[in-house]
């Protein structure tokens, strides 16, 4: 694997965490060059929510090739994005009673924080944002500037503006409730704060280390931007798309966000696409205004329609409900025993073993290590890469679930030890 | 087609100009529902040099698909990375004794060019950019900084700082030389302009109106660059893969920037992808600095690596260089001659028929319509849209080029002469 | 007056509160061209600690004119600014163990806190201020971005950036510890939030509404800065010269902070001049690299001089203990017990009588000009400007300040007994 | 003198360059402790255009202090300020058919400045300004960003944005017009560039280095800004108030700036003052939205007066005018003659005597130390400080004038003779 390390850049990071050669992967699993299997509790960062090359996903792209269906067209109007847009409108839309206009920015999720952003800033002619410590949005200017990692935001090299961070939801000592703490500076003409063009928001922060809003401080939330004329931009990339139990992760507080993105699991197989759901009297947009070479990617849009109708036949959403409880189960019983320091939080098929109060060093780093060598793939997330991620796909088998629960738990228990032990041969 | 009026944003731009609904695509054409075919002068805006639905690399495709390939991994090692990292190598880089790392960014040009700039920021900890009027790069914050179309730039929301903007070589009148006036600011103590990070290129500027920046101009640029210790960084997005006769766009003014983008056509299948090529000494990134969930798009390598060995098996930039004087000589003769107003501009198989100064109104417009009605998909760029823009697969047969250059000739006559006779009318 | 109105731009405001022609002035009293003669609590913005034309500073003014002392010389060395120099030295630092460099930045305010500003950002390499809710720096565009106030702010008609609000200490609801909450975003690193170079402080808050940080938060305050190597300047500019008690406000608390701006008072004759004292290892400008023609005002040396020694020979800070007991007295039992909603807030010889909860209304704005008509001239501040404020010059004579004292009750009591009886009659 | 550098900051500039410590002045001489008598070439940088301690006003500041006329009352209406409005009205706008409102920023340049771009950006309803390459407008925050000088730039910390700088008129090579460049740049919908709220010019460029304006090129310049909207901000800070044998130094192109801004002189005796004046129908200014403790200072406002009574009781303007015309004679004979590389630039009695291109090394500074020790005081301005700047006062008697330049000239022919022995003997 010389080649990576003499040929791409020094930014590569997954493959430091995870180094193996992959060739093939099914379902939940990902195999390697030398046969090794590995359970993906990562789904690709979400994106997978489907499992890895879905058969049911896969015929109608395969079809779709080999019938020469256009497969680049920009946003002009194809059969594929067509049935798409109908799909979508039929099994998601309209069956919650939502009133949306789709966009398709450019496929990356970055792309569509970028075009929430400015079409927030545009409808409401107000330079400012609000964003949530612990948030992610991506990297590009405009998302890096709402995003709160400062390891990221160092990487900009310039200031980035415009933008206020409130403490999120229940990450915030002593009692500090951020919707008070927002009312109080919007209504001080003194907060040294304008009123922003929106506030955009995860509803479970994932990268932030699985915070799960509550449902209270949702409807808060909203309903204080309905009160103070400011958008509200939910960015469902990560957990939209059924993660948790829901189609959208909003659904749960019955609230109804002015902007919503989605990315990652929309397009059902891994293939880049975003979209964004705009409420009809906000799109103001002129045409081409917001553009790009691969918006409209019509393979995407393919898999896209198939993913819908794949959710919808296996009902998966049932299905997550389920396997959450099962889920749930097993960390609080048999993880959070480990040690009494161990926190668990997550909602539907996302949850994060927090393990930042279990004592000093990389613990984390080598539960993830040692997790690897026991053929599972688990991200670390959080303040430190001290919380374990666990997202497998949404469709993965109860035995496969379990499987990789047991594995972790090995690991936590086996780094633990070793390092019990070595903290007692560092006191002799 | 009432659906994407209904459901699909007001953003929607190519299909106002190319109003109908298409579903297959082969070669140089595309098919519509109704069977109507299209000769492509647009090329998926340079995405699609390799032809829409490539045999050779669509086998390929469908291939690793059918095989359960690994479709989604983010940066991690696969086997479809490494072939294309080695193919990219031996058959790119390493015959032009060519150096470079290789990073990819989320799988858009603006998602390479904002990780371009973050990285020249970063090696020089200066905050300023230069760009040329008339460039475009991208949508995002930070590319969007350093496009100069204020349609654009008015959607930003907030002001677009820390970026120049320098008269792009042959743009601007009487005489202007923007090597002198850059060298100029840059020896002024009291110019207002601190030495900027990096200049960002293209070396024909597209969207800007196919201007082509002569050799000697490109070679006193990266002298300056060199001798002020600033970084060049060559956008090749649509320029790049072929596009002007050699593989990359600078190889004809013997020139190395400091970092290369690529996208559009690297993946040779109209699918996501887009790269850096970073000189092996700026490549200071801290692992996973910049990321994005899509980075890595692997049907996009597997489909990348068989274009590089079709653009090889096919001689393809032989061939190119003989179409070009084809379609030189066919523009200078056949359409200039039209109206001596017309000016042609090109270079390779990118070649714009400047109709800004033939007489009034949406001129521009009116002729794409009428190719439009005529079977050919065309483009218009530059200031006021008034420039039409000659880009087809580079593959494209000389028969189907012809055709679709009489069919041009024949709208551009037709228009005109309505035109006029609308004007004697209009003057009785 | 019609040559205010007629020439005068409509920015001119403080003369709306206090529309009078004003011919002279002396003490503690301004006089109008009519004859008539206003009790001053307002002491020209806190410039006039000293009393108008004090007598001991007139004399040395005079004299230096008569004597053709040099009147303007930038920052060239003078007689007037070594015997400043040597005064502030004697007098002030050095009792006080201080060791500081002196500045002379334009001499307004804003000019020393821009001054501040850039100095913090070169010293620390960072981009970044943290202000508090509530304060006032000015209205340049530096001074501007640490301004709290939105109608100051919208004026700047540009994004004010590098500038994170923090809320100030006693002003937030439900026991919200700012102190605490500076802790925590710094120390966390999803925050969003920078390091700052600096801090910026007032100690008490004068536009703000007459808010007087206790002395542990404060020490807090500093000890937090101590230990983030964040610096933290103290803007002193209308609470410093001996208005609190002491001669800097913050000598209360024991703190020393790295670099204090003064103004204001600090001629003693309402001459303009501001000064920032800098701990000696920050004095890293280079030379004249912050500048400005009106630096070293050489008629304010003279009279600052004369104003150190005034202050001493009078025991001045005594006196001000003195008359702040007296008009704590006054206001808690007089003022307060005319409205139980009534707040007084104050220290030393600056005291906010808030009368934001009595009612509905232009209250404070019927007081201030019924206050006019009975001969005094009283400010108002905070949000909404509720709060009356009660400056006067330190050396008021005790009659002055109990009749200036006595006149605000009898304004508050006659505009509340009218409030109560219009409502009455509004409610017939 | 141990005590300023012990005492004040290390940014202290001027003294450096004139290392006496002074004690008096009078006219055109300053005057030292060990009783050494300069001649002044450098007038306060422009705030000394009626000489020091001018008899005739220095007659009413005295009377005004000894009557206890009110000193400081921020913008009130007092009789000082009404006899200002009224002269400034009768002896200055009102014979040139000027209307334009007034208003007192605080009393320092930059206030004025940052007044004007804050008005400009709130009218126009723009972020950007056009400023000149070369010029300088202040060193508060906005005022720095319009100010072209790197050395102060850096200063500021943070980038400067919102902010383009164009060529000045003569300073650019090769014919470039930069009326040509702003007309292209404004008119193409590609620059990148955004139309300004307002340019800001100043008609000299003083510390740009002497470079004076032609007249057609104002003419162009003004009648540009009327064509695009865009307003023009003339900053007369140095050379406004007689400088240039105009009372406004716009007065010979025939213009009208929309806003124009005063200072150093306005005051006539060296008291910190400033103005703007503002086309009526662009004062559009809230009540207090831009205000400052010392705006409106008293006692300038008495000085001022007086000074506009001397300029016209002297006819100042024509004994400019004469005088000026000696000056140009003796610079262009007995100067130029020195060396033919010497270049003469100037007019009214500004004049720059350039060294640049006279050899290598700090010729300039040898030639302004020599100058102090013969007892001139003279400035070096422009880029590397090159240009020696020849600004007395404007009542200076023609025998100081003379005696001023023959000190200078003495020094130029010194300094060269002896670098030129020097390399004679480097070269041996």
Known sequence: MDIFGNIESNVRSYCRSFPDLFTKAKGSKLVAASGKEYIDFFAGAGALNYGHNNDFIKKQVIDY??????????????QAKKEFLVTFNEYILKPRKLNYKIQFPGPTGTNAVEAALKLARKVKNRTGIFSFMGAFHGMSLGSLAVTSNSYHRKGAGIPLDNVTFIPYCNTFSNGFDSIDYLTQILADSHSGVEKPAAIILETVQAEGGINVAP????????ELCRQEDIL???????????????YFSFERAGIIPDIVILSKSISGYGF????????PELDIWQP????????????????????????????LSDEVRLKARLLESFLKEQIASIHRQIEIRGIGMIWGVDLSRCGEGDLAKEVARRCFELGLIIERVGRGDTVMKIMPPLNISRDELMAGCQILG????????????????GAL
Chains 1, 2, 3, 4 share one sequence.
């Open 410 to 425: 090995q690991a936590i228990r086996e780094t633990l030890s070793r390092k019990s032990a070595d903290g007692l041969k």
């Open 65 to 78: 090739i080999m019938g020469d269906g256009v497969i680049h067209a920009l946003d002009m109007y194809t």
């Open 232 to 246: 509200l931009i939910c960015d469902d990339i990560q957990v939209g798309c059924d993660r948790t139990g829901t």
């Open 215 to 222: 449902v209270d401080w949702l409807q808060r939330l909203a």
């Open 288 to 315: 081409g205004e917001h553009n790009g070479t691969f918006r409209g990617n019509q393979l995407a849009f393919v898999a896209g329609r198939a993913a819908l109708e794949y959710r919808k036949n296996t009902s």
């Open 272 to 279: 880049p696409l975003s979209l964004l759901l705009i409420r």
